[in-house]
């Protein structure tokens, strides 16, 4: 009996339990870092397309090949194509704010890799396939090892580091670029710098735990309301609630039901309505 508890403990819910706090982190400090160079407290960590593109990815990978082997290879690659495509698309008018066109950007390659997500569903078998890519859509950690967390861990570690080294430099960057400019700072470089670290710590998490929402956009409010505005303590607080909070969620997910809920579901559920109360609370102003 000892033997099957270690096996247990470590071998099933200790990879899950990392899994889902660098999942969580990843997610939650790309949300803060987002809302702060775009000045804006409804972005979240997907606002440029990688949730949508990693899916795609994902669904692509099942079609092809017919299992989740390749999954996570394809997930960071379409990930990252849909963050590029999105910078490409905020280029095209430079008269324009480029921090609104990159947004704008982002919403319309999340638009048409959400096509692509259903024209892969509506050409699935839907006995086989079908079934599996709807399942790694809504986000899970059900099958969580050590080897999901050598894979996904490199991007989302290196996104993380990147994020809490340049941490000062969002505060800067979230008064403005000119004033950013006149206090030295090169903010194109700055802010390639940053959505390039969100975007490797997103793909990271989204290639190997599927879509998860509301973890980037509530979490930096959370942190908000405990720590205050600086990024240089907000990054790292929202790095440590987001974590928190996923393991709380997965934990509650196989708690419910005998059969576990996927964590996308949860995650909507519970952040949906907190953020309506965060609002209530604050009345606007938490930003």
């Known amino acids: 009996m000892p033997d099957q508890y270690t096996s247990i403990v470590w071998e099933i819910r200790m990879p899950r339990a990392i899994l889902g ?14 809302q702060g160079i775009f000045r804006n ?16 990815g994902a669904a692509l990978a099942i079609l092809l090949f017919n299992s989740t082997s390749y999954t996570y290879v394809f997930a960071f690659f379409f990930g990252g194509l849909a963050v590029l495509a999105s ?26 890799f959400s096509a692509l997500i259903s024209f892969a569903k509506y050409v699935a078998d839907p006995y086989n396939q079908l079934p ?9 950690l059900a099958t969580a090892r050590y080897h999901d967390i050598a894979v996904g861990g490199i991007p989302m570690a290196v996104g993380i580091s990147g994020l809490i080294a340049i941490r000062w430099r969002v505060n800067v960057l979230s008064m403005g670029d000119k004033e950013a400019r006149s206090l030295g700072i090169d903010t194109v470089v700055n802010k390639g710098i940053i959505i390039a670290c969100a975007t490797l710590a997103t793909a990271g998490a989204v290639c190997v735990s599927g879509i998860i929402g509301w973890v980037g956009l509530v979490m930096p409010h959370i942190g908000r309301m405990l720590v205050g505005n600086d990024n240089k303590v907000l990054i790292p607080a929202s790095l440590s609630l987001g974590a928190c909070f996923l ?12 059969s576990e809920i996927p964590l996308g579901i949860l995650t909507a559920l519970v952040g949906g309505p907190f953020f309506v109360y965060l609002l209530k609370k604050t009345k606007g102003g938490g930003w």
Do not use: E, Q
């Open 87 to 112: 910078y490409l698309i905020g280029r095209v008018y430079s008269s324009t704010t480029p921090a609104i066109m990159l947004v704008l950007g982002g919403v319309i390659v999340s638009s048409v």
């Open 41 to 56: 407290p409804l972005v979240s960590s997907g606002i440029l397309g990688v949730s949508s593109g990693a899916g795609f």
């Open 247 to 258: 393991i709380f969620v997965d934990n509650l997910g196989r708690l419910i039901t005998g």
């Open 132 to 140: 599996t890519i709807v399942y790694w859509l809504m986000g899970s």
């Open 21 to 34: 706090a660098l999942v969580g982190g990843a997610l939650a400090i790309s949300g803060a870092a987002f």
